[in-house]
């Protein structure tokens, strides 16, 4: 809760959010009010169900999937205190905070119960994507009890032969004559695609009308609501989408990932999201806000494995402190390389909460700015929305996976709890565009906008950094220093790919995993150093305990410039080696061993 606060107030531009006319009402007191009961919800209300969740799991029956008790429980709280329509526009019901508020608040809300959030999360990427594209009456009838929690929202995207290639979609959409269309076909792995915690569930699902050209440009939205609404808009006739199974997956046991059958009884009846194949444009929305929020379980799961072998390590009793005459074991916290593992985890984990907020800040201040403000704005937000989320989920990946070793053989049972944040943390580099799809994203589109304007920018923005930091004395010459470095090989890596990406893309796509790490490395080096910079300023007013807090958090911050940025300059030439050497090797010679 400290951090997310102090992580608002020096990278999520919380003051200048307040100060417009959107966010007005969200001032630092509101928002810390807000945060701090949405925090005990969270963790008295969520928390208590991720064992049972990851125990327990789902039940699959021709009639649907059942959830467990205590989630239909968890779920009814969240809908009646409120919660989902937390950053959702005032004019349909929501509480209209900054998607910088709601980032530390799905922060929260994963942290306390990754696979429950999956409804509430994906449900917020149904609202950004209504309220931006569909019609008046859409509105009225679907989204205001979506912002109520009443109803889900789920994402149907992914097919049989159509994963990362949403281009190969076929399911069909004819029209009926009345506006109405009829879906038929197959999507698979739809998270929540079928549950008893709601009334209703909102598919937006995307097919093809007859005629439309191949690829994504021939593709369409469609609302498919479970139960179609009566006149009155309550949910009435059963639509013709059932579940017809889910998976049994290493994690997340607790959200049904469902093969979703449309039109085995003639047709489900869809209505049109916007106009016809316009729809990938449509779903970019609600991928956009559901990368940053897969971007956040990284943070999320990270933390919530962090804290657990951060208690461990001070109760776990095993070998001397070094240097020291006792022969009495010493809390594994006391040696170096458990210490090591402790501040990769904790400085990770701040850089990653930093980013996400930047991230959404920038959403946030396109929204309430205009013309070539906003725009710069929208620019920052495209430009690290793949990072967030490819970065965030990997390095999410690393963080939970420390945790277990700093538990040692614990870790690897479950009852340390440590076991399921890593299995669940696994999927997260996969869906919502596998983290090799983010990178092509970051090299292939990002790079390019404004003709290298958006990351010329990017690179400026740390630059300007260096005055203050130089100001701030000899404790951050170091961070100084390495932060510098560090953006000369961002930048030189950045020149290499707009140099050889654009006479040859294979060469350029075959770094885009490094650069990745580049991008992220350093982009959470300068976030850290603007923090460092936050705390030292919060110090000339802090009592005792906040100066500890500020101290460590300068500690933090020197970690990681000295110790994880460095890290980018070795990835140079894995990103500049071009693509030769992976196809050296043929696809058969690659099987021999
Ligand atoms: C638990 C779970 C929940 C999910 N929830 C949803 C959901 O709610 N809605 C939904 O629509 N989908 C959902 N998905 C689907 C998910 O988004 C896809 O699995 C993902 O996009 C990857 O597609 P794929 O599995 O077909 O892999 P593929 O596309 O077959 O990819 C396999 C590998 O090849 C790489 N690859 C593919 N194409 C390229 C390329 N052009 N260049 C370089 N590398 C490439 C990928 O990076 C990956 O490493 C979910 C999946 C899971 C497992």
Known sequence: ??????????????????????????????????????????????????????????????????????????????????????????????????EAVFTCALEFMTAANGALTMAPGLTTGAIECLQEWGSEEQKERYLRRIVTGEWTGTMNLTEPQAGSDVGLCTTKAEPVGDGTYKITGTKIYISFGEHDMADNIVHLVLARTPGAPAGTK?????????????????????????????????????????????????????????????????????????????????????????????VYSQER?????????????????????????????????EAMRALLVYNSAATDMARCTEGEESERWQEIADLLTPVSKAWCTDVGMEVTSTAIQVFGGMGYVEESGVAQHFRDARIAPIYEGTNGIQAMDLVGRKLGMRMGGAVGDHLQRMRDLDAELEAAGPEFASMREQLAAGVVVLNDTTNWLM??????????????????????????????ARQALGAKADLATADQADAGWLNAKISTARFFLEQM?????????????????????DATTLASV
Request: hydrophobic share 40%.
């Open 1 to 98: 809760m400290n951090d997310a606060i102090f992580t608002l107030r020096h990278v999520g531009m919380i003051k200048e959010l307040a100060a417009t006319e959107r966010y007005g009402h969200a001032d630092l007191d509101t928002v810390t009010d807000v945060l701090g009961e949405h925090g005990r919800f969270m963790q008295e209300v969520f928390g208590p169900t991720n064992v049972i969740g990851d125990r327990e799991g789902l039940k699959w029956s021709p009639e649907g999937v059942t959830t467990p008790d205590a989630f239909k429980v968890a779920y009814s709280k969240f809908v009646e205190a409120g919660w989902q329509g937390l950053n959702a526009e005032v004019e349909y019901g929501g509480a209209g905070f900054p």
């Open 218 to 310: 021939g593709i369409s939205l469609f609302i498919v609501p479970k139960f179609l609404l009566d006149d009155a808009g309550e949910p009435g006739e059963r639509n013709d989408v059932r579940c017809v199974s889910i998976e049994h997956k290493m994690g997340i046991h607790g959200s049904p990932t469902c093969v979703m059958s449309y039109g085995d009884d003639g047709g489900a009846i869809g209505f049109l999201v916007g106009e016809e194949c316009q729809g990938l444009r449509a779903m970019f929305t609600m991928m956009n806000s559901a990368r940053i929020a897969v971007g956040i379980q990284g943070v999320a799961l990270g933390d919530a494995a962090f804290q657990k072998a951060l």
């Open 317 to 349: 009793l095993q070998g001397r402190k070094l240097g020291g005459d006792s022969y009495a074991p010493a809390a594994i916290i006391e040696h170096p390389d458990v210490r090591r593992m402790l501040l990769f985890m904790k400085s990770h984990i």
């Open 499 to 528: 140099t050889n990406g654009l006479s040859n893309p294979v060469e350029a796509l075959a770094g885009a995993t490094p650069y990745m790490r580049i991008f992220g490395l350093v982009t959470g080096g300068w976030l850290m």
């Open 565 to 585: 940025v460095p890290q980018a300059a070795g990835l140079t030439a894995s990103v500049t080696a071009g693509s030769s050497v992976l196809y050296d090797v």
